[in-house]
């Protein structure tokens, strides 16, 4: 995926290239939405199935899951911003589950390589994923924690929701635009990034929302 380079982002903030911050938010934001290049990025290699009566879906359950990260996708030690996809049976296309950002120390490799794939695994570590865990073992968290039986039923009848959780084997993509940054984290130009990859992230939501009009799926703060 695209990385942007410490000098395009101080030409950026210095104007030396004709372009103010606005018009470079928006040309990023057209290069990954004009990007069909999803690369694969979680995919489930266990998968039991139990018979549900409880939730009255009529669907066999999925209780275990283990993710692992696909070994060809290459993150970076940089901040960034991603979208997490789910491409549908049949579908040539992703379908937009999750837009995110992170500026954190060790940027996209540990946000996407470790956080999000510990919050699939376990319900602790990435917000996102953790609804996402949630989800797919609703039927022992319900049985465990009363508030969550409403907000996950209403989820639960959700078709595309369903569909994504009885996937078998569930696989989710990724596109990622990482900005390049110095080790010095608090250098003027470093913050000045760190607040870039923020507005980046809100100007995906502004693209997604006027084509959309609702939020991703596991951006909802259902939980």
Same mark, same amino acid.
């Given at each position: 995926m695209t990385c942007i380079s410490i000098s395009e &982002?101080? %030409? =950026?903030?210095?104007? !030396?290239?004709? $372009?103010?911050?606005?018009?470079?938010?928006?040309?990023? &934001?057209? #290069?990954?939405?004009? #990007?069909?290049s999803w690369e694969l990025f979680i995919s489930s290699r266990e998968y039991v199935h139990i018979n549900d009566k409880n939730l009255n879906l009529n =669907?066999?359950? +999925?209780?275990?899951?283990?993710?692992e990260l696909s070994d060809k996708l290459q993150l970076q030690n940089y901040p960034g911003v991603y979208l997490i996809a789910y491409q549908q049976p049949n579908h040539?296309?992703? *379908?937009i589950i999750n &837009?995110?950002? !992170?500026?954190?120390?060790e940027g996209l490799k540990t946000r996407l390589g470790k956080n999000f794939v510990k919050g699939l695994n376990t319900g602790h570590g990435h917000a996102e994923a953790d609804r996402l865990h949630k989800l797919i073992n609703a039927?022992?968290?319900?049985?465990? #924690?009363?508030?969550?039986?409403?907000k996950l039923m209403k989820l639960l009848r959700n078709d595309f929701v369903r569909e994504i959780i009885f996937s078998n084997p569930?696989?989710?993509?990724? $596109?990622?635009l990482a900005i390049e940054r110095s080790n010095e984290l608090?250098? +003027?130009? #470093?913050? $000045? &990034? %760190?607040?870039?990859? *923020?507005a980046l992230e809100y100007f995906l939501f502004a693209r997604y929302f006027s084509e959309i009009n609702e939020k991703p799926i596991l951006n909802e703060q259902y939980f």
């Open positions: &982002i101080e %030409n =950026v903030l210095n104007k !030396t290239n004709g $372009k103010d911050l606005h018009s470079f938010f928006e040309e990023q &934001i057209n #290069n990954i939405f004009a #990007n069909d =669907v066999s359950y +999925p209780m275990s899951f283990a993710y040539n296309s992703q *379908r &837009i995110g950002m !992170t500026h954190g120390g039927e022992v968290i319900m049985n465990q #924690n009363i508030e969550y039986s409403k569930l696989k989710l993509y990724v $596109k990622f608090k250098n +003027p130009v #470093n913050l $000045k &990034i %760190n607040g870039i990859v *923020r």
